[in-house]
Structures are given as structure tokens and as C-alpha cells.
T-cell receptor, first 113, second 113 residues
Framework: ETGVTQSPTHLIKTRGQQVTLRCSSQSGHNTVSWYQQALGQGPQFIFQYYREEENGRGNFPPRFSGLQFPNYSSELNVNALELDDSALYLC????????????FGEGSWLTVV | SQQGEEDPQALSIQEGENATMNCSYKTSINNLQWYRQNSGRGLVHLILIRSNEREKHSGRLRVTLDTSKKSSSLLITASRAADTASYFCATESFSGNTGKLIFGQGTTLQVKP
């Protein structure tokens, strides 16, 4: 049990639709990151939020966006869904931006049809 | 981009044997973290080893880090069927204030009863 909770656990969307995934960070953690894991691959960094500001971004297009709230929970939004967006989306939290253990949630499985 | 490369990609052993997984990376790192992932589920943090450390232990796990060779290894002693999972190394590099992890493709471990 990592204390990082994500919802929903599974969802199916149609190409072109929009999706919002949610994450509650571990108590005391002010930094949240999102990762995308395609089947059979390692997770890929999408972006990181620290104190409600985006603090770094991986190689993902602008249709991937996020928010972090005052309680440090976070949302990942993906617009104009494509078939290749089908993946496990992992939320991770940590105390501070760098140098500390990063804890992951169970993930949200997104299937785009 | 994948920074870490795990070796072997797949490993099958008998219960009670030791399992060794290796990880190589390309750039200077802040720390390296090992994770376990059961099929279709989230990442479970195993060990964090910092760039100025050479070896760490946690229960049946032993991690080494050789920054001169840019490599790390994870040893699981006296393996159990419950250790069957995918194992990932992830490196955190200095990138401004962003503590993003870069993962390899993982090693799939099967422990036969």
C-alpha cells in the first residue's frame, strides 16, 4: 500500500474523445508525476507538478495536460484521444521535486477504440 | 527515451534459487530506484540507491551501484513464487528541478514452485 490512489481503474473511450484521470498523493507529498506505460514497455514520464505548477514535461504533445490542486491531488487530461493513447497511466508522488523515493499508484487502464 | 537497459529481459528460476538482474544507463544520475510490477498493476518501490552509495540491502534484496560503469544490479536471494513479476530500474537525473525517472524495459522474472 503506497498511499497513492488513482481513479478510475479501467475505462474505455472512443477515438477523439477526452478523458480525465485522477490521483491522490501520499500524505505529506507535495509533488505528483504522471507516467504512461504501453503494454510490454517501461513507463514514460509525462509531466511533474510541484505546488500546483507544471515543473517539467516529457515528450508528450500539448493535448496531454494536468492540474495539481492545493491538497496536492492531481488530474491528467488527454484531449482528442488516439488509439496509441491506450496504456496504463501511472501517478506517482514524492516529498519534494528531486532526490526522494517516488511512490506509484495502481494505475488507470485506458483503452481507446 | 529509454535510459536504462535491463538484462536479461526474461529470467526463469526455481524457488529457493537466487535471481540477479542488471541495469545499465547512459547519463550521470542523482539516484537509481528499483521497482516491481505484478502483471497489469502499479509499481511497488523496492530500493533507492543514491549516486554516492555502492550497496544497499532490504530483506532478501541487495542492490549494487557502479557509477564508473553506469550499471546497477538487483539480487533477490532465496526466491519465492510470489517474487514472480517484472522488475524495473529507473534513474533520476538532474534536470533542473524536475525529478523525473527514466525506466528501462524491465526484466520479467518467473519463479517456479
Amino acid at each position: 500500500e503506497t498511499g497513492v490512489t488513482q481513479s478510475p481503474t479501467h475505462l474505455i473511450k472512443t477515438r477523439g474523445q477526452q478523458v480525465t484521470l485522477r490521483c491522490s498523493s501520499q500524505s505529506g507529498h507535495n509533488t505528483v508525476s504522471w507516467y504512461q506505460q504501453a503494454l510490454g514497455q517501461g513507463p514514460q514520464f509525462i509531466f511533474q507538478y510541484y505546488r500546483e505548477e507544471e515543473n517539467g514535461r516529457g515528450n508528450f504533445p500539448p493535448r496531454f495536460s494536468g492540474l495539481q490542486f492545493p491538497n496536492y491531488s492531481s488530474e491528467l487530461n488527454v484531449n482528442a484521444l488516439e488509439l496509441d493513447d491506450s496504456a496504463l497511466y501511472l501517478c506517482a508522488s514524492s516529498r519534494g521535486q528531486t532526490g526522494n523515493t517516488i511512490y506509484f499508484g495502481e494505475g488507470s487502464w485506458l483503452t481507446v477504440v | 527515451s529509454q535510459q536504462g537497459e535491463e538484462d536479461p529481459q526474461a529470467l526463469s528460476i526455481q524457488e529457493g534459487e537466487n535471481a540477479t538482474m542488471n541495469c545499465s544507463y547512459k547519463t550521470s544520475i542523482n539516484n537509481l530506484q528499483w521497482y516491481r510490477q505484478n502483471s497489469g498493476r502499479g509499481l511497488v518501490h523496492l530500493i533507492l540507491i543514491r549516486s554516492n552509495e555502492r550497496e544497499k540491502h532490504s530483506g532478501r534484496l541487495r542492490v549494487t551501484l557502479d557509477t564508473s560503469k553506469k550499471s546497477s544490479s538487483l539480487l533477490i536471494t532465496a526466491s519465492r513464487a510470489a517474487d514472480t513479476a517484472s522488475y524495473f530500474c529507473a534513474t533520476e537525473s538532474f534536470s533542473g528541478n524536475t525529478g523525473k525517472l527514466i525506466f528501462g524495459q524491465g526484466t520479467t522474472l518467473q519463479v517456479k514452485p
